[in-house]
């Protein structure tokens, strides 16, 4: 049937066919046309073959509007878009694997972002989000008096039985008190920190003992209260789980006491971390201490059924206005201040908690941004295998569908390691956080975090896989194929160059925060404390047991304690108190001036009660400012009475006069006249950024009783931490069975006053660091991307006769604007993320111009370096070489 | 289901075998058929069965009895097989036992 055609086409045919076929049917059809018009004409004639070649000719212009359309490559009707989307997972795999830098790149970045991010919300979720573990939390409600500069304060055991028993919109309230005790039955000494606590206690909270039984009200008087409550780790710990232990009795401070249950192992102590035992309190008004200006027990209630904190507060502040009319002498102010157990125990971390979380929030965001980039790159690099791919066939949704598949295996990997790095870092982080955050033990990795951690990385998947998908769908495919060899970069790079300026943004305000915080600790330990710092050793001891059952017993093993580590070599002098400044001890009295009776209760002030060894003062290197120290001769109860008070409340009390030789109580309007025989300069008691507080200092002797926890000070000729060791053997040697804790320097002791601060300042810095790095990285890649696909462009400049300099400076330039940018839009969210963090700044503005501009100066200053390299590079290019390269 | 026409292109497409195109094709459906079909129904319905995925077209060389124009070639896919097959077994299943007077034409 191949025979030559014997006779031509029609013309006018063939010119119509060629102008009616869409293009894709012209060339098949035709050529078939022809070539059976020669086996036609051969068969009837060549006149009936032409009308034969008009006739379907005619029929094919007609007929044939559409052209025919491309086949998908996958035909729609072959694998489900399941089992395709599973080989697009494979396909990623394959190619991550062929990637073995990149894909290493991608993954540790990814890690280090969702392990910081899952790690800190575990840290920040039970305080941030989470209700308490009681039953109905939001009902329970610290109480506290209102005093006279509005904030709130502790009460006294008669306000709050006053408060308790009149209260409607109470259900039920109990007292509490701190209380650290020495266990010393069944094994080593052990001090434990607890609670005393009214008998109606744990049925406020809303539990019960798993084992034995609550405390009852006949237990809550002063001759009864020998009854305990153990947490069950305790339990468990020391006392071995015994269950027949319950009921009968265990020794507490060298005395028996009845142990009635074990909490629940689920019980968490929010209102006091850490606490391990609970005391029934057992006040009553015959005791010295119970009195309404004693002020040191924390009132704890369960509000009625929908009765709110703020109702509350209503009907106590009225009934707290009837006892100051009542007691017009006690009260400072009147008024109570109700806040649900939650808050109080939350409110002093959320801040940190929700800068730190943030910040995490942020490497994250870095690191997302970096892998984007990444990403970005690789898929510039692999235009042409999408191009030859959409040539072949493979739709758009085809091609994006692939890269979020890519996107999800980097992405879930990522965050598998990412979830290994949170669980890790997690522990040493809970190592790290102060024992009194509250609600520590609640933390871990759990369902929660885990599923914040894993909703993270879906997210972050489609996110790697949509941006360069997006960038794909904008660019044109078929110019890749033609050879994407183009003269310069231009907008190409625009996705790339936002990522890079966000990096440089978000690494901007971590380093900014870490900057003002890390300004802030500083401003805080250049505080002056009031005394000396330096060459200081401090430590705890605790007389207990039987042979300290009075006073003088206790005085006499302060004085041992004091002989026995003065004599030591390198100590210089040695002193004794009942507390620490920065010690986290609350120990406070009202003081009432017998020339200023109190015709204006609202003006007591109050003062931390520091009953010393004569020594203490000039130990500690508290100066005196008036009168004189202690002597020898004043710490006798049989010496007249005197006592030291601090220059602050000197000036309360007398401004403007003289107040040796004035008498004071310290303790209630009752108790004996002291003397004033000295001022001396005020110390921060309670940290370094609070307002300096009063003091009133009575040699130990002249108290009523003996405190069984002394703080001892040591001033040493040389280091202090050298001294540690032989010190604590002295203080041991005194009385083995005595515990010796809390050994350290008064660095150390300061140093963790401020451990909160710290720690958001490491986690901030840590995160700058990591955004730092990122960012940097970021610069450098696109830069030197740039200049890989200038090549030839750089080539023909220079050429053409541009200078080093001048090329130099143009990729300068670029990498200057992206930072520059960055740098400007940093500085925008710097200044929001200042306000954020004010509560945890110190002696520093949140818009502080010196960290702004040091940070930014830092900041451009590694960034104009990460341009550095790829700008030489592109100075390097031999011209020849590059226009030789097509 | 198919219809006639498609069947009868994907069987004139398996007849001509490696040589499948708008000629063989055709030639195989007006000889088989005697019917004389144009060669854009063919087109039409080649189009049609490609977009389907039945078939899998192919640009071959030019010839000179063509004008030097190339021809397009064309074969079944797996899914065309499967369909074909489908098609012509319905017709023989029900045509079995049926007395169509068939011997008698």
Known sequence: MTRRPLLPPPRLALWLLRVALPASEREPLIGDLVEELATTAAD???????????????????????????????????????????????????????????????VLTLALGVGATTAIFSVADPVLFRPLPYPAPERIVIVGERDADGTMSNVGFLTYRDLARDARTLDRAAAAGGWEVTLDGHGAPERVSGQRVSASFFSVLGVRPSLGRDFNAAE?????????????????????????????TISINGAPFTLAGVLPESFESVMAPGAQIWRVLGYDESLPYACRTCRHLRMVARTRPGITPAAAATELSALSARLVHEHPKEYPAAGAIVVSLGDAATRGTRPVLWAVLGASALVLLIAVANVANLQLARAMRREEEFAIRAALGAGRGRLTAQLLAEGLVVATIGGVVGLIVARVTLGALISWLPPTMPRLSAIHLDQVALAVGAGITLLLGVAIGLVPALRE???????????????????????????????????????????????????????????????????????????????????????????????????????????????GNVDMYGVSAQDKPLANPELAP???????????????????????????????????????????????IWPGEDPIGKRIHVGGPSGVWRTVVGVVANIHHRALDATESSQAYIPERQWPYADNIVAVVVRTHGDPSTLARAVRAAAQAVDPAQPVTALATMHQVVASSTAQRRLALLLFGAFALVALVLAVAGIYGVLAGAVAERTREIGVRSALGATPGAILGMVLLQGVRLAGLGLVIGLAGALLLGRFLQSLLFGVGSADPLTLLGVAALLATVAIAACLLPAMRAVGIDPMSALRAD | MLGEFEQLVLLAVLRAGDDAYGVTIRGAIVRESRRDVSLAAVY???????????????????TPERGGRRKRYYALTAPGRRSLRQSVQVLQRMARGLDLGLETI
């Open chain 1, 473 to 583: 769908r904008r660019s044109g495919l078929s110019d890749s194929l033609r050879g994407g060899k183009r003269l310069t970069g231009g907008r190409r790079h625009l996705a790339r160059a936002a990522l890079v300026v966000s990096e440089v943004a978000l690494a901007l305000m971590l380093l900014v925060g870490a900057g003002l915080l890390g300004r802030s600790l500083v401003q805080l330990l250049a505080v002056d404390p009031g005394f000396d710092v330096g060459h200081l050793l401090t430590l705890q001891a605790q007389a207990t047991g039987p042979k300290y059952a009075d006073s003088t017993a206790i005085f006499a093993n302060h004085d041992q304690l004091r002989d026995a580590i003065r004599r030591l070599p390198g100590v210089e002098q040695v002193g004794t108190a009942s507390q620490l400044p920065l010690g």
């Open chain 1, 44 to 106: 009837r004639g060549e006149a009936s073959a032409r009308r034969w070649f008009w006739r379907q000719s005619a029929i094919a212009i007609l007929t044939l509007r559409r052209g025919r359309r491309r086949a998908p490559l996958l035909h729609p009707t072959g694998d489900p878009p399941m089992l395709r989307f599973l080989a697009d997972l494979r396909h990623g795999v394959r190619l991550l694997r062929r990637a073995p830098a990149f894909t290493l790149l991608s």
């Open chain 1, 606 to 652: 109050y003062a931390d009660r520091y009953t010393v060894s004569p020594e203490f003062l000039s130990t500690m290197g508290i100066a005196i400012r008036r009168g004189r120290a202690f002597t020898a001769a004043d710490n006798s109860d049989a010496a007249p009475n005197v006592v030291i008070v601090s220059a602050g409340l000197a000036s309360r």
């Open chain 2, 44 to 62: 039409k319905t080649l189009n049609r069965l490609e977009e389907k995925g039945l078939v899998l077209a192919h640009v071959g060389e030019p």
């Open chain 1, 220 to 248: 809550d008087t002063p001759g009864t209260n020998q009854v305990v409550i153990l947490s069950h780790g305790l339990w468990a710990r020391r006392y071995g789980g015994d269950t027949a232990l319950v009921g009968s």
